[in-house]
């Protein structure tokens, strides 16, 4: 299959048929006659979002009215609710199982003695107030006014460029844990992240598994 083909059935799928799989689920569409419907609300603010990351409510409305979904900005801005967090959830974490990676991995000559590259990292976003109760910033119950944080981490394979993940936890938990903290890697790979992800335990793990792992050097690091 080319990667056209293959990008183009992914977006069919991620942006239209997938939606309408888990609108109701979700409780973002209550009935079949809803005007607004998963596909075309998840359109409307991605291809609005694409544009003009700070777009007004009265231009994704616009957007939703082009795909056929007439809608005021009123009534648009109603829909942003917690199942619309909830459905939009869902449908990140189903684009990022589409990732396209090679079949055949290109690695520089001094890599390919790996059985694969596999690099690891996270990034913490800001969230409003009101997601400090499912994303706190900190550990324990959140302070009234805190704003919420959320962690993103994958893991990406440098040879072929296929990702695992997203995981999403809030940022007050520890970095490696979670489905995160996966073990599970090919003998003879080579991990790379920062510390981290990396206690004694894990180095002795992943040695006595068959992988090799490469980290920064803590200051209080003894080598013997």
């Known amino acids: 299959m080319s990667t056209v083909s293959h990008l183009s059935q992914a977006l069919q799928w991620v942006l239209d048929e997938y939606p309408r799989e888990v ?17 075309r609300f998840v359109q409307s603010l991605v291809f609005a979002w694409i544009s003009q990351p700070d777009a007004s409510y009265s ?30 959830k869902l449908v990140f974490e189903q684009a990022t199982l589409q990732a396209i990676d090679a079949d055949h991995p290109c690695m520089p ?3 390919e003695r790996f059985a694969g590259i596999y690099l690891q990292d996270g990034s913490i976003i800001q969230l409003p107030p009101c997601f400090s109760g499912s ?21 990406i394979e440098f040879g072929t460029g296929a990702i695992e993940g997203p995981w999403l ?45 490469l980290s920064g050097l803590r200051g209080d690091m003894t080598l013997f």
């Open 109 to 111: 000559e001094l890599l």
């Open 59 to 88: 231009y994704l409305a616009a957007i939703a009215n082009s795909l056929g979904a007439a809608v005021t900005p009123q009534a648009l801005e109603q829909r942003f609710t917690p199942q619309a967090v909830t459905l939009f």
């Open 23 to 39: 609108e109701r689920d979700t409780g973002f569409v209550q009935r079949s006659s809803a005007r607004l419907d998963g596909p």
């Open 135 to 155: 994303y706190p910033r900190r550990g324990g119950a959140p302070h009234e006014g805190e704003e919420g944080s959320m962690r993103i981490q994958a893991r």
């Open 169 to 213: 936890q809030a940022s007050g938990q520890n970095e490696g844990s979670g489905a995160a903290d996966s073990l599970n890697l090919p003998a003879d790979s080579l991990f790379v992240a920062d510390l981290h992800y990396l206690t004694f335990a894990q180095m002795r793990q992943r040695s006595e598994a068959g992988t090799f792992w």
